[in-house]
């Protein structure tokens, strides 16, 4: 059932032939009589948004679209729809921890997008409260084929990961389709949309229709809500939030949400016969690469206006002499890559199957005034069950306007799976982590003399072959430094002991949660560790929150030895970080400082792995990305620069020797 609402009121005497027309639009698509087609509503976010503020667990909220998303045109931040919409959730529900994601990138459509899809929207450890949608406006010169496949791709990736989520779509206003609504007709890009939103029952909001309706009565005039006939202005922006007011009113908080379950939806059969429900960015590490591509390049979109696309390029391929090939094998019916475009880039040439080489244009002439990311399709309609091989290399010809043949990608765009050997297969897991180290520079620390003052038990049960249990308690950049599986070095170092590693960790958590009532006993003590570590980002400065924890445990289990560590990645950038000091300054004022005096004060032990950790992204001849997996946490390149660390930190002292048995 197509629900309907109404919106701001419209003034009839002055409304026009061409006014009325508008008004009438949505009797002919799905029986609305406005912009808003509520469908099933928002319920589950409602529901979602209940349970947030009373268990106070965070939630987020994705908005996935292009420019308009993205808030072009706006004057500050602060003013685009975007913004305006996740204020106007917030004071619905105040007392709920929302988290905004902004995960729009301007010029790109809903074909990339359904190959974002699973990162930008699917993965992540927040629970997801709404996906809001805005591609109709980018979508306008795409087929339609092209065009529902991706849209509906979207849909069931979401859905299939998260049945309960609630999807928006809203439809943007340009210049450009004031004929279509002038004729009584929805412009092309918005009717398609409204297809795959009424097959999933989603709900819509014809933002566009609102402005042409506006504009028609003469309320508004077209500069007063675009600029440039694309981006809206800071009323334009308005008129956005404005139209999507009647679907916020139904979202007002209520009792019974505050006690039901969101209910999961089904996936009906798709639309099309096609969808991009497999569409993934495949890392460019699952070619082939001939001499002359160089991996883990820098991406030019750092610190640009690009945000959301420095996050997925935190490295990129380079390679800008004609010849070497990169060759992907893969199994799926679409292929195309994603990477950037700037004032030196070339253009390619493409192989699929063996076939003929075919040109493919990558460079634009807008790309000469900077950096932005871009993608392209190779080829679609492929057999999805075959295994099929994309051949790629740098064009010889220079593009007019551009200054070079640089190409720099950052993934390759596949609907299916990437065919590639693993080049770990067979190994065990200590010999997997060597591997992978040994394709790394060496780490380069040397732990203080002093070190172990404060864990004599932990360095005699290594030595004597006791059990020795670890518990690691903190957040995901601390459940990442377990990843690093060290437990491994250190049993190589010393074989006589097992060592036990417990991961106590929780999203974005640090001690001034784990102190509260009953916690301690939770995640530390009824794991019964012989080693306690704290560390992670995640600890807001907070050493006294932390000073509680460590007394906590004493005072049940004093024989506890317990070790605090400094940060490593998150945000920290130690290449352009101006504050950022491989030493720890014991009178400082900051946390590694705050957290070596509290560590001297409570008698346990230090380890700052911020300096050796920072100092080796300095040194390194790759760029900080290529040891992430995205803008926060460490790859498993990384955990091996953190395991390192830790083995150098535990390794017997020269003096000792190794114990060997």
Not at 6 to 32: D, F
Not at 86 to 94: A, D, E, G, K, V
Not at 163 to 186: C, H, M, N, T
Request: neutral net charge.
């Amino acid at each position: 059932m197509n629900t309907t609402l109404p919106s701001p009121r419209y003034r009839p005497a002055v409304l026009s032939a061409w006014a009325l027309t508008i008004l009438s639009l949505a009797v002919r698509y799905g029986g609305a009589t406005d912009v808003v087609s509520v469908r099933s509503g928002l319920p589950n976010f409602c529901r979602v948004m209940q349970q947030a503020a009373s268990d106070g667990q965070p939630v987020r909220i994705v908005y996935f679209g292009g420019a308009t998303t993205m808030g072009q045109g706006a004057s500050q931040p602060r003013l685009c729809y975007r913004s305006l919409l996740t204020s106007q959730i917030r004071q619905l529900f105040p007392k709920a921890p929302l988290v905004e994601y902004n995960h729009a990138i301007a010029g790109t459509g809903s074909w990339l997008g359904a190959f974002r899809t699973s990162t930008d929207v699917v993965q992540h450890y927040l629970p997801l409260a709404l996906v809001v949608v805005e591609f109709a406006i980018e979508d306008a010169d795409e087929p339609q084929e092209r065009v529902m496949s991706a849209v509906e791709g979207i849909v069931r990736q979401i859905r299939a990961a998260h049945p309960q989520v609630e999807i928006l779509f809203l439809y943007a206003f340009s210049k450009g389709q004031l004929d279509a609504f002038r004729e009584g007709r929805l412009p092309n890009c918005i009717a398609w949309h409204e297809q795959v939103a009424a097959h999933y029952n989603l709900p819509s909001v014809n933002m566009a229709q609102h402005v042409a309706t506006r504009i028609a009565a003469g309320e508004r005039k077209l500069e007063d809500v675009t600029a440039d006939g694309t981006h809206p202005t800071d009323q334009g922006h308005a008129l956005y939030l404005e139209a999507i007011q009647p679907l916020l009113d139904r979202c007002k908080p209520s009792p019974e949400d505050a006690s039901a379950k969101p209910a999961k939806y089904a996936l009906p059969p798709p639309l099309s016969s096609r969808p991009l429900d497999k569409a993934r960015l495949v890392s460019y590490e699952q070619a082939i690469l001939e001499p002359g591509w160089q991996v883990g390049q820098e991406s030019p979109l750092e610190d640009s206006q690009y945000q959301s696309a420095v996050g997925k390029f935190r490295h990129v391929l380079a390679c800008s002499q004609p010849g070497p090939v990169a060759t992907l094998r893969f199994r799926g019916d679409t292929v195309g890559y994603f990477g950037t475009v700037g004032p030196d880039s070339g253009d390619f040439d493409f192989r699929i199957d063996g076939g003929e080489w075919q040109p493919k244009a990558h460079f634009v002439a807008t790309a000469r005034d900077g950096f932005r990311p871009h993608a392209g399709l190779l080829a679609e309609n492929l057999d999805p069950e075959t295994v099929h091989e994309l051949r790629l290399r740098v064009a010889e010809t220079m593009p007019d306007g551009s200054q070079g043949r640089m190409a720099r990608i950052g993934y390759f765009l596949v609907n299916g799976t990437a065919v590639a050997d693993d080049p770990y297969k067979g190994l065990s897991p200590v010999e997997r982590i060597d591997a992978i180290y040994a394709g790394l520079a060496p780490v380069k620390y040397d732990p203080p003399a002093e070190r172990w003052k404060y864990l004599p038990k932990t360095m005699q049960r290594l030595r004597d072959g006791t059990e020795l249990r670890i518990v690691m308690l903190g957040d995901s950049i601390i459940n990442d430094t377990a990843s690093s599986q060290y437990e491994l070095l250190l049993e190589r170092m010393y074989p006589k002991c097992k060592v036990t590693k417990i991961r106590s960790v929780r999203g974005s958590t640090g001690c001034w949660w784990y102190k509260e009532e009953g916690r301690v006993k939770e995640w530390v003590l009824d794991h019964n560790p012989d080693l306690l570590m704290i560390g992670g980002i995640s600890q807001r400065g907070d050493v006294d929150s932390i000073r509680d924890v460590i007394r906590q445990v004493r005072a049940v289990r004093p024989e506890v030895e317990i070790l605090v560590i400094t940060p490593v990645f998150g945000s920290t950038n130690p290449r352009t970080d101006k504050e950022w000091t491989y030493d720890t300054d014991p009178n400082g004022p900051g946390y590694r400082s705050q957290l070596l005096r509290l560590a001297a004060e409570e008698q346990v032990e230090f380890l700052d792995m911020t300096g050796p950790w920072g100092q080796y992204i300095r040194e390194a001849d790759k760029t900080r990305g290529w040891f992430m997996r995205d803008p926060v946490h460490a790859n498993e390149r990384g955990f091996q620069i953190l395991g390192r660390i830790l083995e150098k930190y535990f390794a017997p002292r020269a003096a000792e020797g190794r114990s060997d048995g």
